[in-house]
């Protein structure tokens, strides 16, 4: 082999082992924006979509049930007036 083919030969074995070293140097980065983003998460007292997605339907049914009440209450208000009514005449 000349000069050249042990050349070409030890630059494709740094081209190899630079890629694979890139390889590893972006999965540590990626890993440590992870861990990054989630202590902010933390920070923020940000929840999970899954989380938000349950507390939001409690939050519907709820509703639901407070305007079913109100108008039971408003229903009742009304008759205790025309009680009181008949009672005063």
Known sequence: ???KEFL???I???LGGASSALGILKEEIEERIKDRVEKVIYRLELINKKDFLIVKDMA???RI??????KK???LEKKLLLIN???KK
Do not use: G
């Open 1 to 3: 082999m000349s000069n």
């Open 8 to 10: 070409k030969e030890d």
């Open 12 to 14: 494709i074995k740094l």
């Open 60 to 62: 519907e049914k709820a």
């Open 65 to 70: 049930e407070n305007d079913k009440l109100s």
């Open 73 to 75: 209450i408003n229903s």
């Open 85 to 87: 009514k008949k009672l």
